[in-house]
């Protein structure tokens, strides 16, 4: 049974920082690309990042270039993403998603395989 679970979020000033963590398990993580989506209360489901299964290539939404970071602990079965400069409107409920070993990296959600439950981000003024 594949499980990913998010962990680390929580309120966090404007201007500060955040990492978020998921742990996978019942896959063979290695062959798995991972990616972070966000989705905030009435809006829809928001590509964030991804990266390879590999760890050698990363991709990111717009809105976070620059102050996001992916990686990817192929040893430890776990997928991070480390959040700086975050500002008001990066609040939301952040998960991670399995895709298997794809050519091309999915940035849309309904190309993932697994999902976790979510961790919660509120970035406050």
């Known amino acids: 049974q594949v499980q990913l679970v998010e962990s680390g979020g929580g309120l966090v000033q404007a201007g500060g920082s955040l990492r978020v963590s998921c742990a996978a398990s019942?896959?063979?993580?290695?062959?798995?690309?991972m990616g972070w989506f966000r989705q905030a209360p009435g809006k829809e489901r928001e590509f964030v990042a991804a990266i390879t299964w590999s760890g050698a290539s990363t991709f990111y939404g717009d809105s976070v270039k620059g102050r996001f970071t992916i990686s990817k602990d192929n040893a430890k079965n776990t997928v991070y993403l480390q959040m700086n400069s975050l500002k008001p409107e990066d609040t939301g409920a952040y998960y991670c998603?399995?895709?298997?070993?794809?050519?091309?990296?999915?940035?849309?959600?309904?190309?993932?395989?697994?999902w976790g439950q979510g961790t919660q981000v509120t970035v406050s003024l």
């Open positions: 998603a399995a895709d298997f070993r794809r050519a091309r990296v999915p940035l849309k959600a309904d190309e993932y395989d697994y």
């Open positions: 019942g896959l063979t993580f290695s062959m798995y690309n």
